[in-house]
């Protein structure tokens, strides 16, 4: 959908196709096309959100920069960055706005900074900005305090220094430091918030900034340059990969499922969830994507942080962690926080560590086959632990489970048993080339044992496909994985692709299972598969076609939500969603293999 197609804030709120993200391995923040920033945690991804208009339009806190006068939005991410460039022509001139969360000389910065500059590009455009932190959902009151170094915003533990060049006279009030100038032809202006939490407040120059806005555009270009792929889709395939970056917990190596909480899966609001975890899932296709782009140093880091979970919490795994790696609690909390657009509630927490989700095997021995198939070596604790888990494996395979959707009734889910025997199929591989310990045996004989059971209980022949759960005629899109993991790319499999896209297919898009069409918009993740399924059983030109549909639907700068309204194709849930980005990502991978010979 074109930029311009979107509507303007209404009711402070805007289209959720409308933000941009931009991060510093940290944090991330969402920009909106009219140059709000909308939602900026500090320090981290999963703190409490310094700004968080895009929930909280009257309350939430923004930092603003546009012109101050009608204008058109035309923007980019600068190439092979998550740094963002902004364009507003105006009746009078063109002004261009570069954003950036940095870094620094050394790496990670140890303090936040958001950096906004401007550069006059012809005529002459009034310009207004304003920084104006929220109550973090009802729970905080921001307040400005005057010291010598010039005024300094305050919120609960968060320190917020605002730092300024060529932006006119500052005006502060009680809450918030704003101000208006005017660009002209080679006009140079900035805007930076500076920002510590429970800690002293660090204030660079200007200059200082900027040469930090040159340092983060390198780092990003050095790691985008790191990526192997000579596909037709080098575009959509370098942002979904520098969307992954971005949703990257540099400090502890961990994974982002999402950026945001509560941005609603549906107009009712019965479902708003927190995804700013790291699920066990998402961060082994993340690596099995990352692995596959050559990238290194991301991928050992990550893996080590997956690995350490499971020696930690081995035989079993969480399914979802803290990004620091620590178990969340049950209880969530609900704000007093009107969510976007008025579809509540505002959540924070997520409840679904402790559920059995039998599938998560397969994810792990995935991950650490590909990596130990790149040419590393796996340390001997570490394989003492995988020899355990395959162990485990054997006997929870015919234990009910919540299934990879999370759901409240346990059964067994097709798909969950595919895991299983992914899981075993590796754990098989990776004791015959010496990589783990154990009786290697025992796990083909379980293996064999589950995907006899698997075609004997979960084929449905009038239906024509891989079901749900036995005894249901109930379709399930995450079968479709397991074309992916090789558990069948034959008949059964292309029938099954055939019977999910009619039932639960809306053009090129998928629902997840079976009702959800009533529920819920559908999920992009979903079609993404069925792109790699349809290229694996051999229907190639299929999986182009929707390979190509799929990609006219991300938003201007190339982004996916979790979800989107089939209606009129507008964003659902949260954004930017990385198992949206890590399955295009697979389907984009899958069909450069298959167009090898």
């Known amino acids: 959908m074109p930029l311009d197609a979107l509507a303007p804030r209404r009711d402070g709120y805007v289209d959720l196709r409308s933000y941009a993200a931009i991060g510093d391995g940290r944090t991330v923040a969402m920009v909106a096309h009219d140059g709000s920033v909308d939602w900026y945690p500090v320090p981290d991804l999963d703190s409490a959100p310094t700004f968080a208009r895009l ?121 918030e430091i704003s101000g208006r100038f005017s660009t002209a032809p080679g006009t140079a202006h900035l805007l930076a918030v500076v920002s510590t939490h429970s800690e002293p407040l660090r204030l660079p120059s200007p200059e200082r900034i900027r040469q930090n806005v040159e340092l983060t555009l390198d780092m990003w270009r050095r790691w985008t340059d790191l990526l192997d792929y000579s596909g037709p889709y080098r575009a959509d395939v370098e942002r979904s990969a520098l969307t992954l970056k971005l949703l990257s917990h540099a400090p502890s190596g961990s994974v982002a499922a999402a950026a945001t909480t509560s941005l609603p899966e549906n107009r009712a609001g019965t479902k708003n969830y927190d995804y700013r975890f790291a699920w066990v899932r998402d961060a082994a ?82 991950m650490v086959d590909l990596y130990v198939g790149g040419g590393n070596v796996l340390d001997a604790a570490t394989g003492r632990m995988l020899a355990d888990v395959a162990d485990e494996i054997c006997d929870l395979w015919r234990r009910a489970d919540a299934g990879m959707w999370e759901l409240p009734e346990h059964r067994h889910y097709t798909s969950s048993k595919m895991g299983c025997w992914h899981g075993l199929d590796r754990a098989v591989h990776l004791a ?59 008949p059964r499999m292309r029938s099954t692709v055939d019977a ?13 299972y079976s009702g959800m069409q009533h529920e819920e ?46 209606e009129d194709d507008s964003f659902l849930g949260n954004f930017p969603q990385a198992l949206s980005h890590l399955a295009l990502l697979t389907a984009a991978l899958v069909l450069e293999d298959t167009d090898r010979p």
């Open 55 to 175: 929930l909280d339009a009257d309350g939430g806190g923004c930092v603003e920069l546009s012109p101050a006068v009608p204008f058109e939005v035309g923007r980019r991410y600068v190439p092979g960055s998550n740094i963002l460039c902004t364009t507003y022509t105006t009746a009078t001139g063109v002004v261009r706005v570069t954003d950036s969360l940095n870094v620094g000389s050394t790496g990670r910065l140890p303090w936040n900074e958001l950096a906004r500059a401007v550069e006059g590009v012809s005529g002459e455009v009034p310009m207004m900005w304003r920084v104006t932190p929220g109550t973090m959902f009802n729970t905080v009151s921001p307040w400005v305090q005057d010291t010598e170094q010039g005024p300094v915003l305050r919120t609960d533990d968060v320190s917020l220094g605002v730092r300024t060049e060529a932006l006119g006279e500052c005006r502060v009030s009680a809450d």
């Open 500 to 512: 999910l896209r009619e039932e639960l297919g809306r053009g090129p898009l998928l629902h997840r």
């Open 432 to 490: 015959d080339v010496g990589q783990i310990p154990g009786s290697a045996d025992r796990w083909r004989v379980e293996r064999d044992r589950i995907a006899e059971w698997i075609e004997e209980h979960c084929w449905n022949a009038q239906r024509g496909a891989y079901v749900l759960h036995p005894g249901t005629d109930e379709l399930d899109t995450s079968v479709l994985l397991h074309a992916i993991s090789g558990f069948d790319r034959g």
């Open 285 to 366: 296709y993340t690596l099995r994507t990352l692995i596959r782009l050559g990238e290194q140093e991301d991928v050992h880091a990550a893996v080590s942080w997956l690995l350490r979970l499971a020696r930690d919490q081995s035989p079993q795994l969480h399914v979802l962690n803290r990004l620091d790696g620590e178990v969340p609690g049950d209880a969530m909390t609900v704000y007093e926080a009107p969510g976007w657009r008025g579809i509540g509630p505002v959540v924070s927490g997520n409840a679904a560590a402790d559920q059995l989700q039998l599938g998560v095997f397969g994810d792990l021995f995935d």
């Open 521 to 566: 918009g559908a999920f992009v993740a979903c079609s993404f598969w069925a792109v790699a399924a349809l290229a694996l059983v051999g229907r190639r030109e299929e999986a182009v076609e929707l390979m190509e549909e799929m990609l006219a639907l991300g938003n201007d700068v190339g982004l996916y939500t979790e979800m989107i309204d089939p």
